[in-house]
Structures are given as C-alpha cells and as structure tokens.
C-alpha cells in the first residue's frame, strides 16, 4: 500500500475520534471516490496515480485549523474505461455507499454519463481526466466542476500556434469515442478560421495495435499537420509506427491533441522530439509545482505526475476547502457554488484559478515543445515551455458553449 494512503488511513482514524472532544453534529464526514482507468490505456495518465494524488489533498487539507471535527475517506474503483460499468459502480456509491465526490473519470463518454448522474444525487463530480468541451456547453450541470483542460483550450493552443507557423493544411487520425470527436471538431474551427483546411480525417477504436494503414493515408493526404485526435498508449504507438515508417522525418509534421507527459515517455525523446502540444501542468514549472512533483514521485514508482494527477489533487483540495466554507458535503450543488463564489485563488499547482457559471475552472494553459535527447537532463525533462496562455483567453468564452446555467 502505497504510503499516503496509509497516512489518509491513519489521517481517518484520528479524525474518527473527533467526537471525543467534540459533539456528533460536529463532526464532517466526507466521502471521495476515485473513478480511474486503473489497468487500461490510460492507467498511467491517471489510475493509481489520482489516488495517490487525491490522498494528499487530503492529508493537507487535515493540516488546516479549518479540517477541525472532519472524517474523510477515500475510495476506489477501475473505470475499465466503460461507461456501463463506471455508471453502475457511481451509482452504488452515490446511492448506497455515501460518496460525496466523484474524482478523475478517464473519458469523455464516461464523465457525460456519471455528471447528471451526481446532478441528480446532488453530489459533486470533479471532473478531471476528460476532455470534451460539451461538459461545460450541452452537457453543463450545477454539479460539476471541469478541471485540468478540455477540447477547446487544447485545440486552439497547438492548432493555433501551427497555422500562425504557415502550416495550413491538416489531416486528423481521430480515436472513435467522444474525446476524439471533440477534439477534431474543436481543432478543425480553429484551422478554418485561420484560412486552414481540413484535407480528411480517419477513425480509429481505441486500443488499437496496427496504425499503418491510418498512417499511409494521412501520408498520402499530403497534409502539412498529421494531428493526432487521439491519446494514451493509442498517441504513443501511433508516433512510434510512425517514426518506423520514417514518416516523422517525411516533412509532415506530427501535433499532439492530447498527450501526457507519461506518452512522452513511453515514446521516448527520439521519436516525440519537437512534438508541439497543450498542457495545462507541467512539473517542473516552479519551485511549488517541483515540490510537489518530487512529494508525488516518492510515492509512486519515481514518476512524475500528468496534468491529470495534479488536476486530482487541486480539484479535491478545493472541493474539501468549500465543503468546510458550506459546512457539510449534503448539497453538491451549494458546495460547487462556494467554489465559484471564492473568485480568482492561487492554487498551488496551476496558479491564479477560478470557478465559472458553466462549470469551467480556468488557469493557465502552456504551450510546449517536446526536448531533443540532448536537451533533457534527467528522467522527465520533457518540455520547453514556449507561450504561457492566458486562462482568460485559453478556454472557450463563457457564452459560446451553450451551456444553460449562463443567463
């Protein structure tokens, strides 16, 4: 067992004992749950990793005077990255279990169906591994909190920075669920309204093993951009067949919509050098995001943490903040707003954030350039941090989603 979850045990035990000193009404009891993808494609972009970030949020939270007469508890479940089986499992635990909080859900197909879900328990989803932007537009609720990124802000940043570059022309190689469809639809506006063109596009399922045919069609679009709609272990084999059939070295050049820092490792800095994409964390930014970086890598096998996993641990520690704000976790949708109503903080991991009507955390997004071998200094070196983007200006406008809780 990992060792921050053994503290959080420990952490819950003393705060069990809170009664002692204090009445029963007193005491707070909260309840977060973990859906991750815990053994598929994306278990190294979140899985055990959110736990372990999600625990610490807690175990900081505990140091608060303001944590006086809590009891929190963490579970965990495989997301399995199936909707049917992710509902079921958010389901007993709003249901049945007492969760509060329903942490990370590892793709869009999954977070559209488990937000109305915690709507309609009056829970809170903290929103944190999924990309579609229709979780702050058509599929908005008052019980969700979209953190970390989404479509929007990754599509503009690098579909942006690549057409301002003179590369105008795109093909996409799009993975066949509601995180690849966004991602193109959100992308190919950003190119047409720089005078771009979408040559074609191809559809992938995910998980899959053999990307040449897809490959050779985008090579023969004869695209400036081969943009990869896709993520996890599916964005890292697609570089790497590409780099086997010298295509990375053929002229085109290769934008990844959504990778992780842990894709770029698996592909290794041979392959994904001078990679350009959108994050919204890197560890290695400042001295608070290395700390913390360096606190998570003890815990977990000396990797550093995705923007996921940090998005888990500053999601939860807001969350917590505002439930002690509120008072009680009983109503979600009162928690969400004392997040909302506490305006522009300073979060440790992603700077000046905040909380809109439909939803949207926003903070700054960083546009990076993947190093050369030469470059990188020790194990996840990875990113050249080219442009800062303005959180303001970095997601989508508040009244171009379409989402119905904006008056």
């Known amino acids: 067992m990992p060792k921050s979850l053994l503290r959080g045990l420990l952490v819950c035990t003393v705060a069990a004992a809170a009664p002692i000193c204090a009445s029963a009404q007193e005491t707070v009891g909260v309840k977060l749950g973990v859906l991750a993808d815990m ?3 994306f278990s190294d972009i979140g899985g055990q990793g959110s736990v372990i970030a999600t625990q610490f949020a ?8 303001e944590s006086e007469g809590f009891d929190i508890k963490v579970v965990a479940a495989d997301a399995q990255n199936k909707p049917d089986i992710s509902s079921a499992i958010a389901r007993q635990w709003l249901d049945a279990d007492g969760v509060d909080a329903l942490i990370d859900m590892p793709t869009s197909a999954i977070s559209l169906a488990l937000a109305p ?11 944190t591994a999924s990309g579609t932007s229709d979780l702050t537009g058509s599929a908005c609720t008052p019980n969700s909190v979209h953190w970390t990124y989404d479509t929007w802000a990754l599509a503009h940043g690098t579909a942006d920075a690549l057409t301002r570059q003179g590369k105008k022309n795109w093909y996409f190689i799009t993975v066949d669920f509601a995180l690849g469809h966004s991602l193109e639809r959100d992308a190919s506006a950003v190119i047409n309204d720089n005078d771009g063109s979408v040559l074609g596009s191809i559809l992938h399922p995910t998980a899959t093993s053999d990307f040449s045919s897809y490959l050779l069609q985008a090579q023969a679009s004869g695209a400036d951009v081969i943009a990869l709609a896709n993520t996890g272990g599916d964005a890292s084999n697609t570089l790497k067949q590409a780099r086997e059939f010298g295509l990375i070295d053929g002229g085109q050049t290769f934008a990844g919509m959504l990778m992780f820092l842990s894709d770029i490792h698996s592909t290794g800095l041979e392959i994904a050098q001078g990679l ?4 919204g964390f890197y560890w290695d930014r400042d001295d608070e995001t290395r700390a913390f970086a360096q606190r998570f ?30 008072g009680s976790p009983e109503d979600g949708a009162a928690v969400v707003k004392a997040m909302r109503d506490r305006g522009t903080f300073e979060d440790p991991l992603f700077g000046p954030t905040s909380l809109r009507e439909d939803g949207r955390v926003i903070h700054d997004m960083l546009l990076v350039e993947v190093k050369s071998p030469a470059e990188s200094t020790q194990a996840y070196d990875y990113y050249k941090i080219i442009e800062v983007l303005p959180g303001e200006t970095a997601f989508r406008p508040l009244d171009a989603g379409g989402c119905r809780l904006v008056q």
Do not use: C, H, W
């Open 39 to 41: 053994s598929g494609i």
């Open 58 to 65: 807690v175990d900081d939270f505990m140091k608060r005077p």
């Open 117 to 127: 879900m915690a709507e309609e328990a009056n829970k809170v989803a903290l929103l």
């Open 276 to 279: 350009l994409l959108t994050t």
């Open 297 to 326: 890598a003890e815990e977990n096998e000396g990797r550093m943490p995705t923007m996921n996993q940090a998005g888990a641990y500053s999601a939860t520690l807001a969350y917590l903040e505002a439930v002690a704000t509120v």
